[in-house]
């Protein structure tokens, strides 16, 4: 075996639909409706491949990008910037990423959670007969140009037909808190619903 055909570098294809077409049978080539079709899968393939290969080369890790290259892993999962910085826009990436593969289960739902309204202690409800409760208990509350992101990435995440609420609160909030305790009226600070 020679080096080159033990190489693992990521290597750029410029021209997936000659390659595609290059792939067809011999009789097929001719076929103008079937070159066509070939062509323009080819190109879905090509813009992926456009959009993936500089985040890949780039960016590296997803953790290790910022500025344009987070713009980019963004247009890969379907996560547009609108005006977050890097530090929240990475958690929305990371997020999006889940939300598209996941199946809308409860670990799913409070990973998803978790990442959006973070740093927090996240908390699952039931609420029959189809429903659940989300809480994050924050340091401090979210953002609204957050908070909407938020409410729209886990409406994402939620499997349809299910009816769900979202609620943040700040430490000591009116009601059970995270750690068991009891906070009453004269304590607690009530929690927000935001979806």
């Given at each position: 075996m020679s080096a080159a055909e033990t190489t693992t570098e990521l290597?750029?294809?410029?021209?997936?639909?000659?390659?595609?077409?290059?792939?067809?049978?011999?009789?097929?080539?001719d076929k103008p409706r079937l070159l066509a079709l070939v062509?323009?899968?080819?190109?879905?393939?090509?813009?992926?491949?456009?959009?993936?290969?500089?985040?890949?080369?780039d960016g590296g890790v997803l953790d290790a990008s910022s500025g344009a290259q987070l713009d980019q892993w963004g247009a890969l999962v379907g996560e547009p910037r609108l005006g977050l910085g890097d530090d929240?826009?990475?958690r929305f990436?990371?997020?999006?990423?889940?939300?598209?593969?996941?199946s809308g289960t409860v670990e799913d739902l409070?990973?998803?959670?978790?990442?959006?309204?973070?740093?927090?202690?996240?908390?699952?409800?039931?609420?029959?007969?189809?429903?659940?409760?989300?809480?994050a208990v924050r340091a401090a509350w979210?953002?609204?140009?957050?908070r909407r992101r938020v409410?729209?990435?886990?409406?994402?995440?939620s499997p349809a037909g299910v009816e769900y609420a979202l609620v943040t609160s700040i430490p000591s909030p009116y009601g059970y808190g995270p750690d068991g305790a009891v906070y009453g009226l004269d304590v607690g600070t009530y929690a927000r619903r935001i979806a």
């Open positions: 290597v750029y294809v410029p021209d997936h639909a000659d390659v595609a077409v290059a792939d067809l049978l011999h009789q097929d080539r062509r323009g899968l080819a190109a879905g393939v090509q813009e992926l491949e456009d959009l993936a290969f500089p985040a890949l080369v929240d826009y990475r990436i990371a997020a999006r990423v889940l939300v598209n593969i996941g409070l990973t998803v959670w978790g990442l959006v309204t973070g740093p927090s202690v996240v908390r699952y409800f039931l609420t029959p007969p189809a429903g659940y409760r989300l809480q979210l953002d609204p140009q957050v409410v729209r990435i886990m409406a994402d995440a």
